[in-house]
């Protein structure tokens, strides 16, 4: 789908919804890879200082706590340094369908005389699939980073070659050597993400943000039949822990999992709201006033809303007390890629300041960047005032929780109250 330039040179998208914000199983994946590890069918449940746990006991995972450096592919081989890519050779990207700017590749194919090809899926489980079945050949992909781990464990990526990759000065200092990649040997950040509430501040007649706790508002009969949340499990059931206070998104407690199956119970019979994934598109156009969001579709809700009717009536808030999330998604370099070469000048021009500014104004999800802040989003013109929220800041990473990789039987556990709660509703 093709973007208009503005005159800044971003990529402005109007029309139909984005299709690539099918994230609803961007974790689910983790299910179909656990048989990749050695883990007991059944759950145990060990006490650990008076707390019941859901574990297997067996997989170590990556988090701020823990972080990993990943040991270099033996099957897999860097490429060398002082390479360029080869005239007329094709780049086969494999991403969320408008998950990435036409004029940043076509940028691309200007400056190397490199083809670029982009093929999408749908979510995760198709894409991890597909690369792990060795019979494609993309050359980059776009997971977020509780993938990493089992991909690299699985020799489905090829460790990245950092002299090619001189951008990476633009970006924010923690991403040189983040938690779940240390010394960025696999992954570079493509854009960062917060979670929270967007509403549309014309169709209701209070102000979500000055509530005590905002989350209430999806346990308040009063806005039955007005509210939506994100159908992703982990994303929405991790609003149920932080409504309570509760800091760990990726709890295997007993207690803390009965919590989310009795609130989630209690927000279907308070306000029965719809568990979609095109805010973006519904929000807007008054289809409800109140919805759970990922702060880039909230930024994106700006170009779907109807003829006339001002950006200024979209408003998000996220919750900058530690009580609420953000994430990030990255570029990986498949091990099957055929043309790593132009892949790692690619993530190069990706990195750019003015490549990546522009591809903001096309997907709506901020990059990392030293030269964007909440200040220059808005005086730039990618958001208003009242959507200043969904913007990212480097300290946010430190003081946030974060969506992990779980243990397979907790992650299994998880799933049980999702589906029960779909079954319900």
């Not at 330039?5 to 994946?29: Q, T």
């Not at 979510?123 to 494609?136: H, P, Q, R």
């Not at 950092?162 to 633009?170: A, G, L, S, V």
């Not at 809303?305 to 009536?313: D, I, Q, R, S, T």
């Amino acid at each position: 789908m093709a973007g208009n330039p503005d005159a800044l040179g971003r990529d402005i998208v109007a029309g139909s919804p984005l299709r690539r914000r099918l994230r609803i199983s961007r974790r689910s994946f983790l299910r179909g890879l656990s048989a990749t590890i050695a883990v007991p069918a059944t759950a145990q449940l060990l006490a650990a200082c008076g707390d019941q746990l859901y574990t297997s006991g067996n997989l170590v995972l990556a988090s701020p706590d823990h972080p990993v450096k990943w040991p270099l592919s033996t099957k897999v081989p860097m490429i060398e340094p002082g390479l360029t890519p080869e005239p007329g050779s094709t780049l086969k990207i494999y991403n969320y369908a408008d998950y990435i700017g036409p004029g940043v590749i076509k940028a691309f194919t200007k400056l190397y005389d490199v083809k670029v090809t982009v093929s999408t899926f749908n979510d995760t489980d198709e894409a991890l699939t597909k690369i792990a079945s060795g019979a494609v050949d993309f050359d980059l992909h776009f997971p977020s980073y509780d993938q990493i781990g089992k991909m690299v464990a699985g020799d489905l990526l090829r460790p990245l070659t950092h002299e090619y990759i001189t951008n990476i000065d633009n970006l924010w200092p923690q991403f040189k050597n983040p938690w779940y990649d240390q010394g960025w040997q696999y992954s570079v950040p493509y854009t960062v993400y917060n979670t929270g509430i967007g509403w549309r501040n014309d169709l209701i007649d209070f102000d979500v943000s000055a509530l005590d706790n905002p989350y209430d508002v999806f346990w308040d009969p009063a806005n039955r039949g007005k509210c939506a949340v994100i159908d992703d499990w982990h994303t929405t059931m991790s609003m149920v822990l932080l409504r309570n206070g509760i800091r760990d998104v990726n709890s295997g407690r007993v207690a803390d999992l009965e919590v989310i199956r009795r609130d989630l119970k209690a927000m279907s019979e308070a306000t029965d709201p719809r568990v979609t994934i095109t805010m973006y598109n519904d929000l807007p156009a008054g289809q409800y006033s109140i919805a759970m969001m990922w702060g880039g579709d909230a930024v994106n809700a700006q170009y779907y809303l109807p003829k006339g009717v001002p950006a200024e009536v979209l408003s998000y808030w996220w919750a900058e007390d530690g009580l609420g999330l953000v994430d990030n998604d990255l570029m990986v370099l498949p091990a099957g890629g055929e043309n790593p070469v132009a892949a790692h000048f690619f993530i190069n021009h990706m990195l750019d300041a003015a490549m990546a500014s522009r591809n903001f104004g096309y997907i709506g999800y901020q990059p990392p960047q030293n030269s964007i802040s909440p200040e220059s989003v808005v005086a730039d013109g990618y958001m208003t005032e009242g959507l200043v929220a969904a913007a990212v800041r480097p300290d946010d990473f430190e003081t946030s929780p974060r969506l992990l990789e779980l243990d397979p039987v907790v992650d299994a556990e998880w799933h049980n109250i999702w589906q029960e709660y779909k079954a319900s509703g």
